[in-house]
């Protein structure tokens, strides 16, 4: 069972950074495609961010173009989500899910595992 870990969620003030990782239990990371979904109450969940395994491509959502940053870490063995600029509206639990295609990455059902989420919440 691979069980995907979030981390560094927190309170910022608007204009802020955070900066989150994800990593799992017991395998390398880098051999999966790993994505950032997030979802505020009372909306659907939102893909933001998502780097694959065959060659470390960042692909954004929406969401995520222009303010936050994906990336790697193989000797840390977990993937940082870089969040920039934050809005209240990018208040939400994040999501770090973990996939073994690298395709359709902005699709949630490409990823079998998901992490419990940690909450990121911006304050105006």
């Known amino acids: 069972q691979v069980l995907p870990v979030e981390s560094g969620g927190g309170l910022v003030q608007a204009g802020g950074s955070l900066r989150l990782s994800c990593s799992a239990s017991?395998?390398?990371?880098?051999?999966?495609?790993i994505g950032w979904f997030r979802q505020a109450p009372g909306k659907e969940r939102e893909f933001v961010a998502a780097i694959r395994w065959n060659d470390d491509s960042p692909y954004y959502g929406e969401a995520g173009k222009g303010r936050f940053t994906i990336s790697r870490d193989a000797t840390r063995n977990t993937v940082n989500l870089q969040l920039n600029s934050l809005k209240p509206e990018d208040t939400a639990v994040y999501y770090c899910?973990?996939?073994?295609?690298?395709?359709?990455?902005?699709?949630?059902?490409?990823?079998?595992?998901w992490g419990q989420g940690t909450q990121v919440t911006v304050s105006s």
């Open positions: 017991g395998r390398t990371i880098t051999t999966y495609t």
């Open positions: 899910a973990l996939a073994s295609d690298a395709y359709s990455v902005n699709r949630a059902s490409l990823y079998g595992y």
